[in-house]
């Protein structure tokens, strides 16, 4: 395992609600990404970080805030959840080199009614 | 921009046939990687491999191999004689190679491939 945990795995939650989902490293590594994973799309990246505090945004980034305030933790926001928002989320850390693959985490499945 | 198109949403094979599974990508950039993902039922992601766009060599890897052609823009995945296990879905990305890029990628749609006993 690349050392990745996504936290929680499971939430259902209701429409309006904020939503934060948690992405905690271990190894030390510099680049983060959340994205999200939708029937007839594949992944598509919503948010990245490339440093403590360095974040910016992916290609689906409405409705969604990310922070990261430490190397190991990468938290994303849904302010206010919308059905939309229902899908599965994958958390990825890069190598030291941007370029190297990114390993995912096990993914967190969100609900929102 | 760029974009990954896997045109076969699904493949249904019987297991021990070979299989290959395509992968088309556009981008303007002229250094850039390829990957290929594998997602099996269990929901994880896996990291298969990486290709540099300077190298055009063929890969193989025990039942895997890649073929990269750029004078086609593709990037295909062959599984021979197929087995249960290999039942998932396959994942094609890019990611830009400069140094703006931050390793970010762009995948294709999936294709999911069922191996039957």
């Known amino acids: 395992d690349a050392g990745i945990t996504q936290s929680p795995r499971h939430k259902v939650t209701e429409t309006g609600t904020p939503v934060t989902l948690r992405c905690h490293q271990t190894?030390?590594?510099?680049?983060m990404y959340w994205y999200r994973q939708d029937p007839g799309h594949g992944l598509r990246l919503i948010h990245y970080?490339?440093?403590?505090?360095?974040?910016d945004k992916g290609e689906v980034s409405d409705g969604y805030s990310v922070s990261r305030s430490k190397t190991e933790d990468f938290l994303l926001t849904l302010e206010s959840a919308t059905s939309s928002q229902t899908s599965v989320y994958f958390c990825?850390?890069?190598?030291?080199?941007?370029?190297?693959?990114?390993?995912f985490g096990d993914g967190t499945r969100l609900s929102i009614l | 921009a760029q974009k990954v198109t896997q045109a076969q949403t699904e493949i249904s094979v019987v297991e021990k046939e070979d299989v290959t599974l395509d992968c088309v990508y556009e981008?303007?950039?002229?250094?850039?990687?390829l990957f290929w993902y594998k997602q099996p039922p269990s929901g994880e992601l896996v990291f298969l491999i990486r290709?540099?766009?300077?190298?055009?060599q063929n890969e193989i890897s025990g039942r895997y191999s890649w073929n990269f052609q750029k004078s086609t823009s593709s990037f295909n995945f062959t599984i021979t004689a197929s087995q249960v296990v290999d039942s998932a879905v396959y994942f094609c990305?890019?990611?830009?190679?400069?140094?703006?890029?931050?390793?970010?990628?762009?995948f294709g749609q999936g294709t999911i491939l069922t191996v039957h006993p």
């Open positions: 981008t303007r950039d002229t250094t850039y990687y």
């Open positions: 290709r540099n766009s300077f190298d055009e």
């Open positions: 990305a890019l990611s830009y190679a400069g140094g703006t890029s931050y390793g970010k990628l762009t």
């Open positions: 970080s490339y440093g403590v505090k360095d974040t």
């Open positions: 190894e030390n590594h510099r680049y």
């Open positions: 990825a850390i890069g190598g030291y080199n941007s370029n190297q693959p990114q390993h």
